[in-house]
């Protein structure tokens, strides 16, 4: 193994559990099925988003997805 394999392994190894984390922090949105069906449209349009601790939570979580898949798709190409 190469030096820069082992530091992209920790690098996704630390990025899964942040990714894992800000996943369990986040609250839940849905009600269920009939919440699905019924409130759609109102949490579409009648809700504002929220702000604060969720919307960064959402921010942590996307960016920890768009690493965890960049250095999955790295380490395959560079090192397959």
């Not at 369990?24 to 349009?45: H, K, P, V, Y």
């Not at 504002?48 to 960049?70: E, M, N, Q």
């Amino acid at each position: 193994m190469s030096t820069l394999q082992i530091v992209l392994m920790v690098i996704l190894a630390i990025c899964s559990i942040i990714l894992i984390i800000s996943i369990l922090l986040q609250s839940s949105n849905s009600d269920g099925l009939s919440g699905s069906i019924a409130g759609g449209a109102e949490q579409l349009f009648g809700k504002k988003k929220s702000r604060g601790y969720d919307a960064l939570l959402a921010k942590i979580t996307a960016v920890a997805a768009v690493l965890f898949i960049g250095l999955s798709l790295a380490l395959v190409t560079l090192f397959n």
